[in-house]
């Protein structure tokens, strides 16, 4: 008999009924961190690879949340992982519950909480030991359901999207400061004249609000390849860049928080022994520049400096060398002390600053 854990390519399938499918698409895509596989007016679906998991979500006029379902979740390896999930969520706007030595379950767990825009509850957490007794379980204020109101932020995020079969405007037909996401799948996959792709990128600039998403998918390669005569879907593709090429044009543009969410080690093609790889980036518009506290910050190594991208597009970069401490914005203190480098800091926070969660520091 062949078990199923010897099977490759097994994945949980999950498919839930939304009643809007583009606030949900919103809080999965954060949640994974990750682009949808699929996305329609009617439909939409991610293929996570770890967990191995394919999630559908179906339009429904009525969503029962819950019924015999308690809650969903993920069992992550290490608390790096889940705060960095966690981050995502909140810098979002999505709001979660964190809740650290908790026994429940005949478990001792850390954890956090949130729920989705339908009001089913999802919980992240790290196992950290069994116990001998099942446990209090988690507070009643971090599992009950969220008001309708801060499920989700309210206002319908506005959206545009570019694909590579379509021209290319020279102005994008929104106000300044008006759009909340931009999706440029393929886009840098057409023959663009320098010009004409910086125009693009302050059209993007100019209708994304503070803290606006950019959303680029392209096919890059180990050098530069024009007209590389793919197979398939990517027949269409008619200029490869650079595999560094899409960030510098987003710092270039002054975008901030620039991240590739997708490299692979193995490339989709090769031609002429240039290697293609399919690569996701994201980066965000700057936010308006305010007065902000500063917290201090002192960065143990092992590297000599560390060169961090600013917040504003006019700031300098922020160099925080080995061993001494330096002042750096509050936002951006949080960020390093929730990232995959917490370690590697000391934070001396200041009473200006107390909204800074320290303590983060050392999960």
């Known amino acids: 008999m062949i078990e199923l854990n010897q099977l490759p390519g097994i994945r949980f399938h999950l498919s839930m009924n939304v009643r809007n499918i583009s606030q949900s698409v919103a809080f999965f895509r954060t949640l994974f961190g990750q682009e949808p596989a699929k996305v329609r007016a009617d439909y ?37 992982t889940l705060v960095a999930m966690q981050e995502r ?19 001792k767990q850390t954890k956090f909480w949130a729920h989705d825009p339908d009001g089913n509850l999802w919980e992240v957490y790290t196992f950290d030991g069994d116990i001998q007794h099942r446990g209090a379980g988690q507070t009643e ?21 570019h694909r590579m079969n379509e021209p290319v405007p020279e102005t994008l037909p ?34 994304l609000q503070p803290h606006g998403r950019i959303f680029v998918h392209v096919l890059t390669g180990d050098q530069p390849s024009e007209d590389p005569d793919l197979p398939g879907p990517a027949s269409k593709v008619r200029y490869v860049p650079w595999e560094s090429e899409p960030s510098t044009w987003l710092a270039n543009a002054g975008f901030v928080s620039i ?13 002429n022994g240039i290697g293609m790889r399919e690569t996701q980036l994201e980066a965000f518009a700057p936010p308006e520049i305010e007065v902000v506290p500063m917290v201090e910050v002192l960065y143990k190594g ?35 002390a929730v990232g995959a480098s917490a370690s590697s800091f000391t934070f001396f926070p200041t009473e200006k600053a107390a909204a800074l969660h320290v303590d983060a520091c050392g999960s």
Request: with cysteine; proline share 10%; hydrophobic share 35%.
């Open 44 to 80: 939409a679906k991610f293929e996570v690879d770890n967990p191995p998991l394919v999630l559908s979500l179906e339009p429904a006029t009525q969503v029962n949340s819950g019924g015999a379902l308690n809650h969903v979740g993920f069992r992550m390896p290490d608390s790096t």
């Open 89 to 107: 969520l909140e810098r979002a706007g999505m709001p979660t519950k964190r809740e650290s030595g908790v026994e429940c379950c005949y478990a």
């Open 141 to 161: 204020e971090a599992v009950q359901k969220p008001a309708a109101t801060c499920s989700m932020p309210a206002p319908q995020k506005v959206i545009w999207e």
């Open 174 to 207: 929104h106000d300044d400061q008006t759009v909340g996401e931009i999706l440029l799948r393929g886009t840098f996959n057409l023959p663009m004249s320098d010009h004409d792709r910086t125009n693009l990128l302050q059209e993007c600039r100019r209708v």
């Open 259 to 271: 991240q590739m969410l997708k490299f692979d080690e193995n490339p989709c093609f090769v031609r």
């Open 302 to 336: 092992p590297f000599r400096e560390l060169v961090l991208d600013p917040q504003y597009v006019t700031e300098p970069e922020i160099v925080i060398p080995r061993g001494s401490r330096v002042a750096i914005p509050a936002p951006l203190a949080a960020r390093l």
